[in-house]
């Protein structure tokens, strides 16, 4: 028999004891934890791939600013399955649109976007890093599901910042010239604009990457 100071979870409880204890005892208190995390941890794991399941499910919904229908029935899923969220932490012009935080305190932030074309409109926001978008097609009347980093590449990341560090040296060369100034005041900024060309590349239901995109999703350790 041995006597050990000892933190033994129980839920959300942590007791210390302080008793005579042997070693089978001690190592069957560990394995309860560490069985208790795994559950934990499969329990969020089953619930997202639950609820990315049935967003691949939904029907085509438009999503204007003031009648956002398609973040609307995202948000229903996110409540049937009880998930902790904040609608639009950055404001209604900021990404995400949701911000999940899970049972562990990690969070997940969601994009969601719809389109009668079977291509989303990025305008000038490129698809950010680490955010997973919801994407509605009216011309199919599905949902797809993506990370930002299965659309752009680190490589095209640096292609664009590239080209955009390079237009803003030309137009302040040009600004920087006397002759610039004008009596009206006219002026010139430059407006990024992300678009998709190609047939076969930017349709996102017809993509063969579409079900790698999807199973990513899915499959990710949440």
């Not at 997202?48 to 204007?64: A, C, D, G, R």
């Not at 029935?73 to 932490?89: G, I, N, W």
Request: charged share 30%; net charge positive; with cysteine.
């Amino acid at each position: 028999m041995y006597t050990y100071l000892c933190m033994v979870c129980s839920g959300d409880t942590i007791n210390f004891l302080k008793e005579p204890l042997d070693k089978g005892v001690l190592l069957s208190y560990n394995v309860r934890v560490q069985i208790q995390r795994m559950n934990k941890s499969e329990n969020i794991m089953v619930r997202f791939q639950k609820f990315w399941k049935e967003v691949l499910k939904l029907p085509y919904k438009p999503n204007s600013q003031d009648n956002p229908l398609h973040e609307l029935q995202v948000m229903a899923l996110l409540q049937k399955y009880k998930f902790e969220f904040e609608y639009q932490p950055n404001g209604d012009q900021q990404s995400p649109d949701f911000r999940v935080t899970l049972d562990d305190g990690k969070k997940v932030d969601i994009e969601c976007k719809s389109s009668k074309q079977p291509y989303p409109t990025y305008n000038g926001g490129l698809p950010k890093e680490g955010v997973v978008y919801i994407f509605s097609s009216k011309r199919y009347n599905e949902t797809t599901v993506y990370f930002a980093e299965d659309i752009v590449t680190d490589k095209k990341r640096e292609q664009f910042s590239n080209l955009i560090e390079e237009l803003n040296v030309v137009l302040k060369k040009h600004q920087g010239n006397p002759d610039w100034e004008d009596p009206r005041g006219l002026d010139f900024y430059i407006r990024n604009m992300y678009v998709q060309n190609g047939a076969g590349k930017k349709d996102y239901f017809k993509h063969s990457d579409r079900q790698r995109c999807e199973n990513n999703v899915l499959n990710y350790k949440w």
